[in-house]
């Protein structure tokens, strides 16, 4: 299945004045939530759904712990993840005034893993074989122009703190 894509407005202009356009990616369906996961891994596997949930839970809390605990989490074949702090507009004049009231946005930052295929170079595990299909829909106001068909919205926002 495609990456399905749609032309998007900026809501900020230029220094021309002018309003360019990008690929935005749409959402389709449900999200896939840990249920459906453990299901699809369960059929693959000698596991029943429980206990691949199970050790989903466990996986999470697991990282949470490490990350939380100023670790970086690597999972062979799927990627890295670590904890990013954005300060923005809070910088300080000197390094000792530094503190954690200055964070504005924490958040958990994955990298999918590199492969190396032999003819192919340096790609990203999760990203290899990706295809794009051009949908049926332009935004000009900064969300999609489908109206509110229930589904998440694409764009990423910063969660200050949470």
Avoid at 10 to 20: C, F, L, P, R, Y
Avoid at 44 to 67: A, F
Wanted: hydrophobic share 30%; glycine share 10%; aromatic share 6%.
């Amino acid at each position: 299945m495609p990456l399905f894509y749609y032309a998007r407005q900026s809501q900020i202009a230029t220094k021309e004045g002018v309003k360019t356009w990008h690929l935005s990616l749409k959402k389709v369906g449900k999200t896939v939530d840990t249920q459906l996961l453990a299901e699809n891994i369960a059929e693959k596997s000698s596991l029943t759904p429980g206990d691949v949930q199970n050790v989903i839970r466990n996986l999470m809390s697991t990282m949470r712990m490490y990350l939380l605990n100023s670790r970086t989490v690597r999972l062979n074949g799927l990627g890295t993840f670590t904890m990013k702090a954005r300060t923005r507009g809070k910088g300080t004049e000197k390094a000792e005034d530094v503190n954690p009231s200055q964070v504005t946005a924490l958040r958990c930052q994955f990298t999918p893993e590199y492969t190396r295929p032999a003819a192919m170079g340096t790609t990203r595990a999760l990203l290899q074989g990706v295809e794009f299909e051009k949908c049926m829909e332009t935004a000009t106001d900064g969300s999609s122009s489908g109206g509110n068909d229930g589904l998440p919205d694409d764009g990423e926002k910063d969660n200050p703190l949470g």
